[in-house]
């Protein structure tokens, strides 16, 4: 079993090199030497481009039971879990086949950016019209901060390589196991966003039939008062515990930390939950009883639709949820921890963020529709509403009303109750608009994750068949797979660590918005050079190579004047 441990976290600054003590007496062909060779087993994570908006326009439904329960269960079998004797895709996780023009436009050279530019790394590479950030901006510059700058500075984009479309073939494999994937023409932008949520809508009810989902979109803002809207694709989202003795280590040291501090403090009765490991009961605690009963709440962020959180979850059982990203290897062994990990680790704790805030309905929409220049309150086109009719959305045995957000009023709740009676065409037109269908995603994030029972009762102890309250792990879990057959070559786990996360979030941030240098990597992690095709022009790396070299000039000289000295 893999210890639940969490790699070096390296996000600060590194350090100046008045502090920075490297050891021992080094020539300048051994220094750079250093920065030249790339260590034998390692390999550099593989980290997929998440921009939701990077795929073709499709319809993800629900595969049938019979197949999905086996899809379930059989991820962890090493025989026959994926094969990529298929054509690759042409972008990130395309759901289907591109056409031919797609296959011309990933030939041509992308124009160089300028590479004199002095903007932020945000203004150049993330300002409208282009992307918004990414998990995957987010989490790139862990192996090299300088690599990426260098991949977006002269390509625009990070370059697909043969692995990253291994890794792609692999994920589509997987997700084919739980999805259907059926084209759609979208005619308006709000066409193309709204389809990305219907998406969501059927994967959130995927995860609340048959326990488990893939590739689901989340949106965010990060960076507090005035942060940026960040988008990401989770790899997996499942009801089964990756590792219950991972899960039970976690949770033992989070109550022994839990005891000591209680001890600490004097005797204090109650230990909140770690970071992030909330209850949608804990976040909507301080609402008002008339504000739950009026179905509005006021966000952390302003405005924000809540629906009716306690009117439909009844019924459904309570389960935990756990966050799984799945990552290709080229080599048939687990990555060491430290700095093969750290992108990982870091993805993982961004997906659960994201996860957990929307699901709180603490996303506020009126950002991400900005970001997006998307009109919420547009109607959707009659073409797009037709095609979707036309899907079997599965309607027919769920329960819900058609609320609205309203980025000035809260909530508008109309009489149209989704449920047994009425065909999937009516159900679209009671949310063909941005505004409604948001708050309809946010109404089935509401029944997929219940609020939990009141804080009196405890939950039994674990290994029980009963029934624990619904959250959201913080046991994070990496599934590796060979980039090859797509066999399980085994799990990483990592605990959630807001604080970790926290920092490393304001750290990229800061460079992301110019408001410091681009970092290379230290010298104990020097064997990335080895991998990097801009190793030769990097001058970091030549910095580096002379900084040693003239510390170990530094080194021999004092020596010297010791041994003099001493004479």
């Known amino acids: 079993m893999a210890t639940a441990l969490p790699p070096q976290d390296n996000a600060a600054s590194i350090t100046s090199a008045e502090e920075s003590d490297y050891g021992s007496d080094l020539d300048e062909a051994t220094v750079d030497a250093l920065f030249s060779a790339p260590e034998p087993d390692v390999e550099k994570p593989i980290i997929l481009d998440d921009h939701g908006d990077s795929r073709q326009p499709v319809a993800r439904l629900a595969r049938t039971r019979g197949k999905l329960s086996q899809a379930i269960t059989a991820p962890s079998d090493a025989k026959g879990a994926a094969s990529v004797e298929i054509e690759y895709d042409e972008s990130n996780r395309r759901t289907f086949s591109p056409p031919p023009v797609d296959k011309l436009a990933e030939q041509t050279p992308i124009a160089p950016v300028d590479e004199n530019d002095t903007r932020s790394p945000l203004l150049r590479f993330r300002t409208p019209p282009k992307k918004p950030l990414s998990v995957t901006d987010l989490v790139s510059p862990a192996w090299c901060e300088l690599q990426y700058f260098y991949s977006l500075s002269r390509y625009g984009r990070v370059r697909r390589t043969p692995a990253m479309k291994q890794g792609s073939s692999v994920h589509k494999v997987l997700e084919e196991q739980v999805h259907t994937e059926v084209p ?7 066409d193309r966003f709204g389809l990305r949520l219907w998406n969501v809508v059927q994967g959130l009810r995927t995860l609340r039939r048959e326990g488990m989902t893939r590739e689901l979109e989340v949106w965010g803002v990060l960076g507090g008062e ?6 990401g694709i989770i790899d997996q989202i499942t009801t089964v515990c990756p590792d219950e003795e991972a899960e039970a280590k976690m949770l033992e040291e989070a109550e022994g930390s839990a005891t000591t501090q209680k001890e600490v403090g004097g005797g204090k009765k109650t230990k909140p939950l770690p970071p992030d490991q909330r209850t949608l009961g804990q976040y909507f605690g301080g609402s008002t009883l008339e504000s739950q009963q009026s179905g509005t709440l006021e966000s952390r962020h302003g405005s924000a639709w809540l629906g009716t959180l306690h009117q439909e979850s009844e019924t459904l059982p309570v389960r935990k949820l756990y966050v799984v990203d799945v990552k290709t290897r080229r080599s048939n062994s687990l990555p060491a921890h430290g700095s093969q990990t750290r992108p990982t680790y870091y993805q993982l704790m961004l997906y659960h963020r994201l996860f957990s805030r929307l699901a709180a309905n603490e996303v506020p929409a ?4 900005e970001r997006y220049g998307l009109d919420h309150q547009a109607t959707f086109s009659d073409s797009f509403l037709a095609q979707m009719g ?6 027919e045995d769920e329960n819900g009303a058609a609320e609205e957000w309203d980025g000035n009023k809260g909530v508008e709740t109309q009489k149209v109750d989704v449920r047994e009676g ?20 946010i109404q089935e994030f509401a029944r997929t994750i219940p609020p939990a029972p009141p804080a009196s009762v405890s939950a039994p102890p674990i290994g029980t068949s009963t029934p624990t309250p619904s959250t959201i792990s913080t046991l994070l879990t990496a599934e590796f797979r060979s980039a090859s057959s797509g066999n399980l070559i085994g799990k990483r786990h990592f605990p959630f660590s807001a604080p970790a996360l926290d920092a490393y979030v304001a750290d990229e941030l800061s460079w992301w918005r110019g408001e410091r240098a681009t970092k290379g990597v230290d010298m104990e992690e020097a064997f990335k050079c080895g991998y990097c095709e801009f190793a030769e022009g990097c001058e970091w790396r030549a910095g580096k190579v002379e900084e040693g070299v003239q510390k170990a000039k ?5 020596g010297l004047t010791r041994r003099k000295s001493r004479v």
Not at 184 to 190: A, L
Not at 366 to 369: I, P, S
Not at 422 to 441: P, Q, R, S, V, Y
């Open 184 to 190: 759609v023409e979208v005619v308006t932008k709000e």
């Open 226 to 231: 005035g942060g940026e809207v960040v988008n």
């Open 366 to 369: 009126e950002r991400v529709f």
């Open 390 to 395: 036309t899907l079997g959305l599965g309607f």
């Open 422 to 441: 009425h065909d999937d065409l009516e159900i679209l037109l009671a949310h063909n608009t941005l505004g409604k269908l948001w708050g309809f995603m």
């Open 554 to 558: 530094l080194r021999r000289e004092e």
